[in-house]
């Protein structure tokens, strides 16, 4: 039995072996691309662009919030399970005495300006929310997004070296001359400080030349007062001072929440080619994504669902040192396949309707949203011409 065992063993790890040998040998042949080698590049693209998982960001606090949509989705995310949520409404009327002038002409002393009182009504609201996150939102959230991990070039990795520790930098880079008045000018009164010289700031006409941008000065701000400015008055003083009140408490922030993940599942539509100028072999296939873990705050903030599928369009080049290396820097995701379409048998295709595109056209149908007309000839990608 052990024997046995022993010879198990030893095919199943001789098989392993011969699918990793099958891989390697196809990522480094350029007559042959495999469905695994482009599902590991995509793969890997995903995890360094970090586009394998997304996230979205609530506000929490107390703070006002007067955009409908906004307090819309807040309330999803109550029914979610995602946040508590709270909504408190402070309105009221205003009146406004204003002073305005007009022109009258009287016969006795002719044409002047009168003033004359008038009265403006305006009516004021303010929508105050109270989010916070509940247990389930809790355990979703996240402390910041992780940042892309760009693959590093070591044939091109540069020196390291710091710009101030060289004389060059350490310079004042001012110049300062006699100021000269102009002798046409009135005298200053004797209390006015009198500027002695000008001073050429050299070291930021320096940056705005290496950095191609202007350095703005400092806006100064100049109080206006005005003895006749409008009087607005409260018709409800208990509300407006109940908000005045509450406006020293309002306080906010962002949390970020995941939302979901995309997994590879699986690479088609494989070609290999020349390309027509440069003669250099390239390989160009359709890869389907898999959306997965999709939580409550992703259903109500960006739509999606588990289990829908996108595809893109990626390309490859083979290098003789390298292998094959995907060219693409992200995917252009998209709902439909316009080559699984043509390929496809006629008649219903099953999943066709499974889409983040779908999934918005059923939600926008339940709340009564018109839709827009479907066109009548689907494009054709032109990566698809190779």
Not at 210 to 236: F, I, T, W
Not at 285 to 290: G, L, M, Q, Y
Request: charged share 30%.
């Amino acid at each position: 039995m052990k024997k046995r065992n022993f010879f198990a063993h030893e095919a199943m790890g001789l098989a392993v072996l011969a699918v990793s040998l099958m891989i390697s040998c196809s990522s480094n042949d350029p007559d042959k691309l495999s469905a695994g080698t482009v599902e590991d590049l995509v793969e890997e693209l995903l995890e360094e662009s970090a586009q394998d998982q997304s996230y979205v960001t609530v506000r929490v606090g107390k703070y006002e919030e007067n955009d409908w949509a906004a307090r819309a989705r807040l309330m999803q995310l109550q029914a979610a399970g995602v946040i508590t949520y709270k909504v408190e409404r402070f309105a009221w009327w205003n009146k406004t005495l204003a002073v305005d002038y007009t022109y009258r002409y009287y016969e006795t002393v002719g044409g002047r300006y009168e003033k004359i009182g008038n009265v403006y009504y305006d009516f004021e609201e303010h929508i105050v929310v109270t989010v916070g996150l509940t247990d389930e939102g809790k355990i979703i959230c996240v402390d910041s997004i992780p940042q892309p991990q760009p693959k590093v070039d070591k044939d091109m990795e540069q020196p390291e070296f710091n710009p101030a520790d060289f004389p060059e930098s350490k310079i004042n880079l001012k110049e300062n001359w006699k100021y000269i008045p102009n002798p046409d000018a009135p005298p200053a009164p004797a209390n006015v400080k009198q500027k002695k010289e000008d001073t050429y700031d050299l070291g930021k006409a320096l940056r705005e030349e290496q950095s191609g941008v202007k350095e703005s000065a400092p806006v100064e701000h100049h109080e206006v007062y005005d003895d006749e400015a409008p009087k607005r008055l409260s018709l409800d003083i208990k509300t407006s001072m109940a908000w005045e009140k509450l406006k020293d408490q309002l306080h906010d922030e962002d949390v970020i929440l995941k939302s979901s993940r995309l997994k590879v599942k699986k690479a088609r539509f494989i070609q290999i080619f020349d390309d027509k100028t440069t003669g250099v072999r390239c390989g160009c296939a359709e890869i389907i994504i898999e959306m997965t873990d999709v939580t409550p705050a992703g259903r109500v903030m960006e739509q999606k669902y588990d289990g829908i599928r996108l595809c893109a369009p990626v390309s490859l080049v083979f290098f003789y040192d390298k292998g094959w290396i995907l060219q693409d820097k992200s995917l252009n995701l998209s709902a439909v396949s316009n080559l699984g379409i043509q390929t496809a048998k006629s008649g219903t295709i099953v999943g066709g309707d499974v889409s983040a595109t779908a999934a918005k056209t059923a939600e926008n149908m339940a709340l009564g949203v018109p839709q827009a007309d479907e066109p009548d000839e689907v494009e054709v990608s032109p990566w698809l011409e190779y």
